[in-house]
């Protein structure tokens, strides 16, 4: 699905909104989530950061975890990989999970 500028940062900041009030719900002092400016941080206690943001000329969100990097794409519905058909909030939490060492549920 095509997103117009305005359709494309509507859908990415619902999206990153949504997902930094799912992160600080989970009252972890292991992780702290900032969003600011399209760009949600997460650092861990271990120094190490995952960054989600939204990239306006591609028209995606992109994700880096560690030495893997997502480009998603939005399908009307959801944010998927294209590359891996991950959709974006699955992999924000099977992330986050394994670096914190236990399941969460963002959603």
């Not at 500028?5 to 009030?21: C, G, I, P, R």
């Not at 009252?27 to 969003?35: N, Q």
């Amino acid at each position: 699905m095509a997103l117009t500028e305005s359709q494309f940062e509507m859908q990415a900041d619902t999206t990153l909104n949504k997902m930094v009030d799912a992160l600080a719900d989970l009252e972890d002092d292991a992780l702290e989530a900032d969003l600011e400016s399209g760009v949600l941080s997460l650092r861990f206690e271990d120094g190490s950061k995952y960054v989600v943001n939204s990239h306006r000329a591609a028209r995606q969100i992109w994700m880096a975890a560690g030495a893997t990097a997502w480009h998603f794409d939005y399908d009307g519905q959801q944010w998927i990989a294209a590359k891996s058909g991950d959709e974006l909030w699955d992999t924000v939490e099977k992330c986050t999970s394994e670096k914190l060492g236990r399941p969460i549920r963002l959603r």
